[in-house]
């Protein structure tokens, strides 16, 4: 509870129910590890985060850019909540330091990966919506995507990387990128997959998402 506190007190939030925080906290590579029947994993909380970010995201959208149509203002929200900048988000919070994983996730590098942190970031604005609610959550957020909303605007990075990439190779090698899902991780209802972009049978990009085809668009990113 004393890391509980310690992240609590970093956001400058005082919990009602450490114990959700606590929660938030929890990778599943934990409960394997101890007989405690009363603990629970972060995957609950990571479902219920995932909603309330896409609506705080949306709405920060919304007010920002009155004249933007639909379109633009999915690929823009899709940038903000892919698991690369939340897990961005949860190292500027130094979320990593504060999970409680198995001792194999921890020695494998848990605390710095992007599956896990997204995932450990979106379930503790889940635990902060349920005891803080929305304004917290909105105080709280609001730092964070508007300097990440900067970058991806200044490098066209919620742009179509599929499509430019596709005219890019057809022009210069007359092919047409394939995609390839070489590893997926996670619960039904929180899948994360690793694809990569080849050129023929040259890797040319991977990338990490929360659907194959962000993961497919992120590495066509790294590819161009």
Same mark, same amino acid.
């Given at each position: 509870m004393e890391d509980v506190k310690e992240l609590a007190t970093s956001l400058?939030?005082?919990?009602?129910?450490?114990?959700?925080?606590?929660?938030a906290l929890t990778h599943r590579s934990f409960l394997n590890e101890t007989d405690d029947d009363s603990l629970a994993?972060?995957?609950?909380?990571?479902?219920? @985060? +995932?909603?309330?970010?896409?609506?705080?995201?949306?709405? !920060?959208?919304?007010?920002? !850019? *009155?004249?933007?149509?639909? /379109?633009?203002?999915?690929?823009?929200?899709?940038?903000?909540?892919r698991a690369?900048?939340?897990? @961005?988000?949860?190292?500027?919070?130094?979320?990593?330091?504060?999970?409680?994983?198995? !001792?194999?996730e921890a020695e494998n590098g848990g605390r710095k990966r992007i599956p896990i942190l997204c995932a450990a970031f979106e379930a503790?604005? /889940?635990?902060? !919506?349920? +005891?803080?609610?929305?304004?917290?959550?909105?105080?709280?957020?609001? *730092?964070?995507?508007? *300097?990440?909303?900067? +970058?991806?605007?200044?490098?066209?990075?919620?742009?179509?990387?599929? #499509?430019?990439?596709q005219v890019w190779a057809q022009g210069n090698f007359n092919i047409t990128p394939r995609y390839e899902v070489i590893k997926s991780e996670g619960p039904d209802h929180a899948k994360v997959f690793t694809v990569q972009v080849l050129v023929?049978?040259?890797?040319? @990009?991977? /990338?990490?998402?929360? #659907?194959?085809?962000?993961?497919a668009h992120e590495a066509a990113k790294e590819a161009m």
């Open positions: 400058s939030l005082d919990f009602s129910n450490e114990a959700l925080l606590s929660r994993d972060n995957e609950r909380l990571e479902f219920l @985060g +995932d909603a309330v970010l896409d609506f705080v995201v949306g709405a !920060y959208l919304f007010d920002r !850019y *009155p004249d933007v149509d639909e /379109g633009e203002l999915t690929a823009l929200r899709a940038a903000l909540v690369k900048t939340l897990a @961005g988000f949860a190292k500027q919070w130094e979320i990593g330091r504060f999970l409680r994983l198995g !001792y194999g503790v604005i /889940g635990a902060i !919506y349920l +005891d803080q609610g929305m304004e917290a959550v909105t105080r709280l957020v609001r *730092p964070l995507i508007e *300097p990440a909303l900067d +970058d991806i605007v200044a490098q066209s990075l919620h742009k179509d990387a599929k #499509s430019e990439f023929g049978s040259e890797a040319w @990009g991977v /990338g990490v998402g929360r #659907s194959k085809q962000a993961a």
